[in-house]
């Protein structure tokens, strides 16, 4: 992608684009049920924004749904113990199962259930978000064949405060011996790395055990940020970009800014960042997390919920980017990518 000289770029006014598909790379359904949530429902706008009608009215036809877990938080997700933990993840797991068998969701399994259109039901690929609910693979052979034949297909070795098997963003702890043997098991698998809230150190061992491509699910620039482990530096962009990864935009207002107030231009700097690091728009597209922890206040300015997602496009427009290039971000390239690494 070129970028457009600020006095050919076109006023938002004139800008018209046509009600389109969206696949949102990371969305904590599964959570935000256990939480109390019933998705079934429109959410109420001031305390939530995502449920699955909101989702569908606004042509979001695919998603990453999450299993989040993560220590001794004092919710739904939270755990003490190895057995805690695979706990709270069989309950998000079972969230999925029973939205599935209700008719609300569409568990993508394999490459031909992937949307092709918009659709009624929300088709989600199943992330696993920290990855303490698996067992030790040198231990069990079995367990994470049956988490795989139950649906998952993305997974992140760790969360923030990282797990056994790798150290997150809060940490400058590497992979563990077990976390080895986890990459070994989920590569064979054939189940997604997400490297969102990997250490630097955990992303670069990652990187030197799989031959595999990677996602970051819901990640934003560090350079754009002044620093922290939790965003992207350069040279991790430009990795993912070299394995046809995909990078999900987050966008959570303190992700994105460091002012008080993140706008919709806040998002189009981090994506024409990655797009520059990358020399190519195809690892770009949406990581919302949108309710993954906050309320739409946390969102930015001018983003109340997912029926606002077309304003990035819109800015995205403005900015130069093609048809084309709009319509990889709001689908494309996560189905691009999918269509690759899911099974036949």
Same mark, same amino acid.
């Given at each position: ?156 070795? =760790? ?6 098997? %790798?150290? $997150?963003?809060? &940490?400058? !702890? @590497? +992979?563990?011996?077990?976390? *080895? ?100 728009? =195809? ?6 997390? %949108?309710? $993954?922890?906050? &309320?739409? !206040? @946390? +969102?930015?300015?001018?983003? *109340? ?40």
């Amino acid at each position: 992608m070129r970028a457009v000289p600020a006095d050919r770029r076109i006023p938002a006014a004139r800008i018209l684009l046509p009600f389109a598909m969206w696949f949102d790379g990371h969305l904590d359904l599964a959570w935000n049920a256990l939480c109390g949530r019933d998705l079934r429902h429109p959410a109420d706008g001031r305390t939530a924004c995502i449920a699955l009608p909101d989702l569908r009215a606004a042509g979001v036809a695919g998603a990453l749904g999450t299993i989040f877990t993560a220590p001794n938080e004092p919710d739904c997700a939270g755990y003490t113990d190895s057995a805690g933990a695979r706990r709270a993840g069989r309950r998000q797991l079972a969230v999925y199962h029973a939205l599935e068998r209700r008719g609300a969701i569409r568990i993508v399994r394999r490459a031909a259930d992937l949307p092709t259109g918009p659709t009624d039901r929300l088709h989600v690929v199943v992330l696993m978000e920290g990855a303490d609910p698996l067992a030790d693979p040198r231990r069990s052979q079995v367990d994470l064949a049956r988490w795989h034949a139950a649906g998952l297909r993305v997974a992140g070795l =760790a969360w923030a405060r990282g797990t056994r098997f %790798a150290g $997150g963003n809060g &940490t400058e !702890d @590497g +992979l563990t011996a077990a976390g *080895r043997a986890l990459i070994a098991a989920l590569d064979a698998h054939g189940i997604v790395h997400d490297v969102s809230h990997l250490s630097d150190r955990a992303f670069d061992e990652l990187l030197d055990l799989t031959g595999q491509p990677v996602i970051a699910s819901h990640s934003n620039c560090r350079a754009l940020m002044g620093g922290g482990q939790r965003h992207l530096a350069d040279r991790q962009i430009r990795a993912i970009a070299a394995r046809n990864g995909v990078i999900g935009l987050n966008l959570l207002g303190r992700f994105l800014s460091t002012r008080k107030h993140a706008t919709i231009e806040d998002c189009v700097r981090h994506v024409d960042h990655v797009a520059a690091c990358a020399g190519t728009t =195809a690892i770009c597209a949406l990581g919302s997390d %949108a309710d $993954g922890g906050f &309320t739409p !206040d @946390g +969102l930015p300015k001018g983003i *109340r919920g997912p029926r606002d997602f077309e304003a990035i496009a819109t800015a995205l427009a403005r900015r130069g980017w093609s048809d084309a290039d709009l319509r990889g971000f709001r689908s494309m390239h996560w189905l691009r990518f999918l269509r690759r690494a899911l099974p036949a």
